[in-house]
């Protein structure tokens, strides 16, 4: 026992010895890297380096006589071509838009009516480019979070230059400024969510030892309206292991708040939820892979991204998204009973999910082509009814109103232009809005969606955009491109001022061109059970020779 003792004991000396001694050489390499001062990011040396590296490129490429052509073209399609992201208001249409008149940019509005003409009427609520020259800061938006039900009080996310690190200030959407002596939170990394009108629940930094390793705060507190930083009152608290913390409320579309709580990500991909019940935390019985999503139809919903048995009659999959009854799992959280919602098939992967007034909307993925579903609740059990938007495209949901059933879709193609979609769940009437125009003649392409087969048998699904007359003789120049990272797969997108002929766009891929685009990543694309241990496939494809 002695010996053991004694072994133990010098042991953790030498643990420390040489924890101290690396942590001596890591300080010490710090304080003699030579290049240290490049990760100032705004520092004058650094920007001057970086400024100096940019125009030897910029010299080779502003001497060929083609690229003052070529750059106008691509600035004038990117510029121009865009179409507005508009969520959908009670109020008429809003969105945060930039272009080269408004470089960090403007929220803005108008009406439904406006937007459907060539050239809608916009009402500025916040301009940032005059907010950044009146306070001398490089202000960049970063968001709102607005007050349900009435969202006429926002919080404003603004950082200045960029980075992580924001301040945050009240601001009234009616009036169009910001609220004085209203909220305010000086710059750092945090995370806001409103409660009531009087009172947010704030995760930041509070001072020393409230931040993770990860630098995130893991320290939530409740601050009242005119109550300084220093008297919030702490209402949970993680470990500094943690990635970090931040609040969650359940309210409904009426504005009605059926559960406060935190989530705690214990990694990159593992959360804890707990929910504030008086005097005491409850825990929820979710699996780490798992993420509170929404309340629809009545119920609270859940999605997972590992297989769960929550008991011996109860399993799901990796994929699903579950729900329960709201007011039995208000009662008792930890011990209310899962159904099932979704859960994907062969080749198939949830994409995106939302709640509108009634009825709850998914978007999946199948062979990484989208497809999208409304969801109705009724007698105890979901029913899903398709979407009928365009095959052979990406598919992504651009807009909601939870107090209606109205929901906007954008779609992308590879040879199409990019459209909005609006859909009305109630009624089913879906309706093309406005599509940007075409950027190039791609009545000579084609697009097919091919499979290449990993080293370890797995089909990986790639598209090929090529001429319509290809020869498959191995001589045709062809453009590769995959990804397979944050189990983030490739969807059809519109090829933009790179896509066109020589003979008609200034950018050309040429008409004797290819393009393949590849999901490389296993991981909730094909096969989509979220199985994150398995390794990446790679697919090996013969260049083609130029």
Known sequence: MKTSLLFAT??????????TLSQERTDAALTDDPFRWLEEIEGPAAVAWVRAEN??????????????HFYEQALAILQKDRIADIPLEGRGLEHFWQDENQVRGVWRRTTRESDRSQLPKWETILDVDALAVAENRNWVFQGASCLPPEERLCLISLSDGGTDAASIREFDRTAKTFVADGFYLPEGKQDVSWVDGDTLLVARD???GSLTQAGYPFVLKE???AQPLSEAREIFRGEPTDVGTSAFVLRDS????????????ISSFESEYVVFRPDV???LNLPKKAEIATLACGRLLVKLDEDWTPSEDNRFTAGSVISYDLDEWKQDPPRAKASLVFQPGPGQALSELTATKNFLILTILENVQSKAFVYKYDQG?????????????GVSLSATYDKADRVMFTVSSYLGPTSVWYFDAESKRLEELKKTPSAFDASNHVLEQLEATSRDGTSIPYFLVRPKNARFDGAIPTLLHGYGGFQTPLLP????PGGGSGSNRAMPMSLRTCAEAANLAHNGIKPPRGQRSRRHGMISLPLPRT
């Open 10 to 19: 010098l042991m953790s000396i030498a643990s420390f010895i040489s924890t």
């Open 55 to 68: 125009e030897k490129t910029l010299g080779v490429l502003q001497s060929d006589p083609r690229y003052r």
């Open 206 to 208: 509070w001072g020393e």
């Open 223 to 225: 601050l009242k309206r």
């Open 254 to 265: 009426e504005g009605h708040i059926h559960a406060t709580g935190a989530a705690r990500a």
């Open 281 to 283: 935390l409850v825990k």
């Open 381 to 393: 059990a979901w029913s899903a009814t398709p979407i009928p938007l365009p095959e052979h495209t």
């Open 493 to 496: 997108s519109d090829l933009g």
